[in-house]
């Protein structure tokens, strides 16, 4: 089977095409002709070497993948061969909290990925693609998608009514933006660029802010909340924004803890936090539950993912330079034919 690795080396020059043998499904697994792969910050983290600078190589890149069944395991009657299925980020977080065990599997990381023409998955992972989904679509949803709906709902605790702080325009904002609508919310968000907060607002974002022209964009916030701040923040900025965050986000306000956007480390002021009683908790992604429970919403609303681009398996390069350049709106897709 084709696939792309990351070959002996991090950095994109080390990304290349390689042949391997097609897997056979072991007891308890099934295997996927992969039909499309999503890329995600992340893996341009990895690619870097600052994800998991001990990470062994050679390695399969990207987490995020859909397509179809075509062989199962002798025990698994569950699944088909034909079956259209999406595989979660963590193969083995079905339910629960997250532990160490559970977390080891993360595709892309420490295991193989999904930039690859077939690959072996633990048959009890798999979801059933959303009908109304392809496989370009269906392959958005592991991380970003999964990320948003924990940091909204599971995590974040958002009611009809509240307000919504979202941050930039990728994948887990505009993911944050499409759900925070489904579930009633008023939506601020921000970018660099004003041609993305015009098609932001296109998508129903009631209030928007230029970052870069707005440096303190956190007093536009309080502006617009009438000095209550949000209910909850969607936080992906990291080190850059997290101060900026603690002081947009109001009394007994939520802050869904997600990126590294602007660094991983620096100062936080913590009076922000106990004088607010602000609840910050740490997401990452999610369970299959909670994918599952995702998946009914996005059937019930017809959600479709916003996907920038969509590039052939022979351009994975290309896909990875255009999310190093930052200039897409949503989700980065490669097909695998
Ligand atoms: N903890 C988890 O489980 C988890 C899961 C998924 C993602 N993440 C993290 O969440 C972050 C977003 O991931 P993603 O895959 O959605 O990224 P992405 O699709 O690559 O989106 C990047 C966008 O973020 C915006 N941005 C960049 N710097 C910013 C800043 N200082 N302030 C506000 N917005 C900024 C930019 O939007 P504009 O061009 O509109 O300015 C940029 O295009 C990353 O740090 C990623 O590692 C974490």
């Known amino acids: 089977m084709k696939l792309f690795e990351l070959s002996d080396y991090f950095g994109l020059e080390h990304l290349q095409r390689a042949e391997r043998p097609t897997p056979g499904p072991r007891p308890g697994e099934v295997v996927i002709r992969v039909r499309a ?27 995020d993948g859909a397509g179809e069944i075509v062989s199962v395991g002798d025990d698994v009657t569950a699944w088909k061969p ?16 997250l532990d160490a065990a559970k977390a080891a599997g993360a595709l892309g990381g420490n295991v193989d990925g999904m930039l690859r023409e077939f690959a072996e998955v633990r ?6 693609i959303p009908e109304h989904l392809s496989f370009e679509q ?26 919504l702080l979202l941050q930039g325009t990728g994948g887990v904002s505009l993911f944050g933006l499409q759900f925070g609508k489904m579930a009633g919310a008023t939506i601020i968000l921000t970018s660099s660029s004003d041609a993305k907060l015009e098609r932001a607002r296109a998508m129903g974002a009631h209030h928007t802010i ?3 022209a707005e440096p303190d964009w956190e007093k536009r916030v309080q502006e617009i909340t009438g000095g ?37 480390a ?37 959600l479709e993912p916003v996907i920038d681009r969509v590039f052939p398996f022979e351009e ?22």
């Not at 079956?83 to 079905?94: A, G, I, K, S």
Request: overall charge positive.
């Open 316 to 337: 994975s390069l290309a896909a990875f330079r255009h999310l190093e350049s930052a200039q897409h709106f949503g989700k980065i897709v490669i097909r695998i034919d």
């Open 210 to 212: 230029n970052y870069r």
């Open 82 to 97: 034909g079956d259209r299925v999406v595989v979660p980020f963590f193969p083995d977080w079905l339910d629960g909290e």
């Open 266 to 302: 620096g100062e936080v002021q913590i009076a922000h936090i106990l004088h607010k009683a602000l609840t910050i908790r740490g997401i990452y992604v999610g369970s299959r539950a909670m994918f599952e429970a995702m998946n009914a919403a996005i059937t019930r609303h017809r």
């Open 228 to 264: 209550r701040g949000v209910d909850l923040t969607l936080e992906v900025g990291g080190a850059g924004t997290l101060s900026k965050t603690l002081r947009a986000t109001g009394y007994a306000g939520h802050v869904s803890l997600i990126g590294v956007l602007s660094g991983m």
């Open 138 to 163: 269906a392959a958005t949803l592991p991380c970003a998608a999964v990320t948003a709906w924990n940091g909204l709902f599971v995590a974040g605790h958002l009611q009809p009514g509240q307000t």
């Open 123 to 128: 048959a009890d992972a798999l979801l059933r």
């Open 37 to 63: 792969v999503s890329l995600n910050y992340r893996d341009q983290l990895v690619v870097q070497g600052t994800y998991n600078p001990r990470m062994t190589l050679p390695r399969v890149l990207l987490s």
